[in-house]
């Protein structure tokens, strides 16, 4: 059951007339309680737009109708369309992006740079995984921000309003899990680490953001953005396990760092972890 202020939508596995039944005495004292509509086969949930192909066994997850009217709120006719989230050429400018200057506080009291945020998390955390990284990135400075990272924020809008009808699409004949993980470590005094998980070819969880730690070399790093994302996939293998019985089929985790890779298969002291923790 997802819960979201007074949004609620329920899911139960396909077939189970117990879970069905169950459901059916749980919105019975649920409506005696509060008044809501209810619908079969949801189409829109929180902004999200759900399309379904029974027949083809596909599922499309779209944030459409939304962007399109946070656009209409916040871009305007001169704005330029993006074709990606962030200018390929000058990449390194997102990347050194800093809270304003006391002269430039002034001029950006005006500007709607907490509402855009906002926007931009709840659109990055429901159907737009491609943005997760530049939302996450960009909030480092919502306390006060400069006019760089206003433009940038525009950018990533604009690229949504490109890209609205994109979506995220489940093939349910391939229902195969996928785990991939990455880090950036020379970033900043703490890099963001990131982390996908796939299932019926589509995205179903990721994450990126900074790390709790302060690695001390890439392997450390990629070996932090490998333990997020095993602890999420133990989430996503619960799930499953509700929904379709047990799963146990051995999930692989992709990583492109060999050490983290030989740390994890042959534990050992060395000089990459030899401050580790060992509770063995």
């Not at 074709?83 to 304003?100: E, H, N, Q, W």
């Not at 990459?272 to 060992?278: A, D, F, I, L, Q």
């Amino acid at each position: 059951m997802g819960l979201y202020v007074d949004n609620l939508i329920i899911g139960f596995p396909c077939g189970d007339k117990a879970a069905r039944a169950q459901i059916g005495v749980f919105l019975k004292e649920y409506t005696a309680r509060f008044k809501c509509s209810e619908h079969v086969v949801p189409k829109l949930f929180c902004g999200m737009k759900v399309d379904r192909d029974f027949k083809a066994r596909t599922l499309k997850l779209s944030m459409g109708h939304y962007i399109k009217e946070v656009s209409k709120k916040f871009l305007n006719a001169s704005t330029k369309p993006f074709t990606t989230p962030v200018r390929t050429s000058p990449i390194d400018a997102f990347l050194k992006l800093d809270a304003t200057e006391d002269e430039e506080k002034a001029a950006m009291r005006d500007k709607p740079y907490l509402s855009i945020m906002g926007c931009l998390l709840w659109i990055a955390t429901t159907a737009c995984p491609d943005i997760a990284y530049h939302a996450s990135f960009l909030c480092q400075v919502m306390q006060s921000p400069s006019r760089a990272a206003y433009d940038a924020s525009i950018a990533v809008l604009s690229y949504l309003d490109n890209t609205k009808e994109l979506g995220i699409t489940f093939d349910g004949n391939k229902p195969l899990l996928e785990v991939y993980t990455d880090a950036s470590w020379l970033l900043s005094p703490k890099p963001f680490a990131g982390h996908v998980i796939m299932y019926c070819g589509a995205t179903i969880s990721y994450s990126a953001r900074k790390l709790k730690i302060i690695p001390q070399s890439t392997a450390e790093a990629e070996t932090a953005a490998y333990a997020n994302a095993a602890k999420d996939l133990r989430f996503v293998l619960n799930v499953l396990h509700f929904l379709e019985g047990k799963c146990k089929t051995l999930v692989k985790i992709m990583c492109d760092n060999s050490a983290t890779m030989s740390t994890i298969m042959k534990p050992g002291v060395t000089g990459r972890t030899k401050h580790y923790t060992n509770w063995l």
